[in-house]
């Protein structure tokens, strides 16, 4: 979600001469000298690379950044885990090759925190409170793996909160499961979400996110250490959240508001369940879609917590970093999503 | 009873009845500027979220009519009758429901005559008929000719239970919510022409012969139900009401899933609205008097509204199924024949329609 922000700013990195970008993805294009695509897949050994190729690779790296993930949060674990543990495995193998490397930074979530609730901080990983989906478990087992090789891999983790869309001018380069929530919420088609009225609706851009990898990786990199790049206390509340929705909606479709469609209900986690229980047996395909986006992800909301970043935030301060705020920048997001029809910028044939 | 002479006597009725203590109303008049101005100071507490406190509105009698002929969800799968299987809609609460071979005027008739029988009011004495209906066939009775589509079953009762003095009027286009409208409309009406007394709202619906029993997953009931609305009924006072209608969900085959989303937000902000209006909280409810869809989405809806499984009336469901415009009446009448309910007690029915409408309205029994 991040990459067609970060790239532009690992190639303007001085330091940096060459990037290779792994990816499974055919037809990619560079769209800068210093960017070689390399056709790889994480999941398998050696990354999929042919022996003569991963050797050069390796040669030439100096700086890892493993961001390859499986996102989606309605994979199950084998699935999920089949990219981001076992993945990162190979990737850290890979990077035990790699005879001139200074920096492996793993792209985590702020969510391997799972069902924890209350203030979560940098320096906190191990819990038994269990995930809300397999995706978070995959990426805690992913930073477990990391944490393990620490003696032999100078690795940083980055643990990045729900990505909404850059902050310039609210661009959404790929949809994630909010963008779908909002989109059905749109529709009237977003009855209910799990979680309080306060529980804090944690969200960052996609610049700031791109600017704050950069400098884990290359300014400010430092093995052991872990980044909260998130929202924090600049936060919408849920119920601040969706208000600030319907607002948004109001106001940049002044003919929607004659739809008088609610804000979705607040509800607790079993009433929660029920209701997405009663619609799954429906069968109902459209109702069923938005209800499974939903229960992917919005079971987090009931466990309300506060992301830290006071670490971080005086990492990025040092390198002029500032976080953008919310408020700014999330009229933007809604207002690029209605004026792309929901669409994110297409990707048909990804520039790198 | 203690007299305040200096108040109304609708006021001091109430005060009797609520036993509120003594209040007063203060009134000074100010001369300003040349024109007289009335200031009134209270003192004390009373309500008026409506004016029915001053004249006791509200529903003093309610009779309802059913087929003889009930069918188990089974029977209505094997006769091809529902869209969902039989076993899912037992797993939302539905067991069975009542198929007519009478018409909907029969039924209304039924229904509005016993009503009479019981309620002590002559005939003559009602000032208005409020006729119901759900769907088109029960606004017109039958005849092989276009022109049968003005004979009305509205005036037909009129004729047939003698309400010589009756205004008459239907109200369709509502669904489900036809009767609770009539409810609404008739205190609207007592309370606008200070003459009338009884208002006469009856509902019928019977689904055309071979039409599926299941909408929205609910299995549908043919019936009727007559209410008595006075101005001065001992019992079943309406206190408040509250309704919306959203024209975005018009279309219920189009839009069966927004609908299907947006009932929930709906009805939870509407009910909200109109307990925090009456200055009523959820655990002051001695009863929720459903409208009798699954029970799954009552589950679902008492929680969003923070009222107790206990407190709904939930028998009717599985026995009765949802009988279109009739169900939170027939579930009054229900609760009140099994000594459910005593004087005072608080109810909150709530009921949607397609078209669609949401509405809730509190009673105090």
Redesign the interface.
């Known amino acids: 979600m991040v990459g067609q922000d970060l790239l532009p700013k690992i190639c303007s990195e001085p330091n940096v001469e060459r990037v290779f970008v792994l990816t499974r993805r055919n037809g990619v294009l560079s769209s800068h000298r210093k960017i070689e695509v390399v056709h790889g897949d994480v999941t398998r050994p050696d990354l999929g690379l042919q022996y003569h190729l991963k050797q050069s690779v390796a040669q030439a790296t100096t700086t890892i950044i493993h961001g390859a993930a499986e996102t989606s949060f309605s994979s199950d674990l084998s699935a999920a885990s089949a990219v981001n543990v076992a993945g990162t495995e190979n990737m850290m193998r890979f990077a035990a090759g790699c005879p001139r490397l200074k920096a492996f930074c793993h792209l985590s979530t702020v969510y391997v925190s799972g069902k924890r609730t209350g203030t979560i901080r940098e320096e906190d990983l191990e819990h038994n409170f269990g995930f809300v989906n397999a995706y978070e478990q995959s990426k805690y087992e992913a930073e477990q793996l990391v944490a393990s090789q620490a003696q032999r891999l100078p690795a940083t983790v980055v643990r990045l909160s729900t990505i909404l869309g850059r902050s310039l001018d609210g661009a959404v380069t790929k949809s994630g499961a909010i963008h779908y929530a909002l989109r059905f919420f749109f529709h009237s088609l977003a009855p209910m979400v799990p979680g309080m009225k306060e529980s804090p609706v944690d969200l960052i851009a996609s610049d700031y996110a791109a600017e704050s990898i950069s400098i884990a990786a290359f300014d400010q990199f430092t093995p052991g250490s872990t980044w909260h790049i998130c929202g924090s206390s600049d936060a919408f509340s849920l119920e601040q959240f969706l208000e600030e929705t319907l607002q948004l909606f109001y106001q940049n479709r002044p003919a929607w508001r004659k739809r008088a469609i609610e804000k979705p209900a607040i509800v607790n986690l079993e009433t929660f369940y029920l209701f997405v229980r009663s619609v799954e047996e429906l069968g109902e395909s459209v109702l069923k879609n938005s209800v499974a986006v939903l229960k992917s992800f919005a079971p987090q909301l009931a466990y309300p917590k506060l992301i830290s970043d006071a670490s971080t935030q005086h990492a990025l301060q040092r390198s002029g970093l500032t976080r953008p705020e919310i408020r700014d920048y999330y009229p933007k997001v809604i207002r690029f999503l209605l004026e792309n029809n929901w669409e994110a910028t297409p990707q048909e044939q990804v520039r790198l | 009873m203690r007299t305040y002479h200096h108040l109304p006597a609708g006021v001091n009725q109430h005060l009797a009845r609520s036993e509120t203590q003594p209040l007063i109303l203060q009134w000074n008049v100010a001369v300003n500027q040349g024109r007289s101005s009335i200031r009134l100071r209270i003192c004390g507490k009373i309500e008026f979220s409506t004016a029915s406190h001053l004249m006791n509105l509200g529903i003093s009698a309610i009779e309802y009519a059913l087929p003889s002929k009930s069918v188990s969800v089974r029977e209505l799968a094997e006769a091809g009758l529902l869209v ?1 299987r039989a076993e ?1 809609l037992q ?2 609460g539905f067991d069975r429901c009542y198929i007519s071979d009478e018409s909907a005027d029969e039924l209304a008739l039924r229904a509005a005559a016993a009503l009479l029988d019981n309620c002590g009011v002559r005939p003559e004495s009602v000032d208005l008929l409020l006729y119901a209906g759900a769907i088109a066939p029960s606004h017109h009775i039958a005849g092989g000719q276009f022109v049968s589509n003005f004979n009305y079953p509205a005036t037909k009762l009129q004729y047939e239970l003698s309400l010589t003095h009756a205004s008459v009027a239907g109200i369709s286009q509502a669904g489900c919510m036809g009767l609770t409208y009539a409810a609404k409309f008739a205190s609207d009406f007592l309370r606008s022409n200070g003459e009338a007394k009884c208002v006469l709202c009856v509902s019928a619906d019977v689904l055309p012969k071979g039409v599926q029993r299941e909408i929205l ?1 609910n299995v549908i009931s043919d019936g009727a139900c007559a209410l008595m609305v006075t101005r001065n009924s001992v019992q079943n006072r309406i206190v408040a009401h509250r309704s ?1 209608t ?3 969900y018009w279309d219920c085959i189009s839009r ?3 609908i ?7 009805a ?2 509407l009910v909200q609205d109109l307990l925090r209006g009456a200055g009523c909280a959820p655990e002051d409810l001695r009863m929720v008097l459903p409208h009798n869809v699954s029970y ?2 009552w ?2 809806l008492l ?2 509204i923070g009222v107790k499984k206990e407190q709904l009336f939930a028998a009717n469901i599985s026995q009765k199924g949802h009988v279109i415009a009739a169900d939170n009446w027939i579930n009054l009448k229900d609760a009140m024949t099994a000594n459910l309910l005593i004087p005072g007690d608080k109810l909150l029915a709530f009921n949607f329609g397609l078209g669609a409408n949401w509405a809730a309205t509190l009673i105090e029994h």
């Open positions: 969902s899912q797993s939302f997953y919306v959203k024209g975005y069966k899933n927004e299907l989303a947006a009932y929930f937000p709906t939870k902000n799954r989405s589950e679902i929680d969003l």
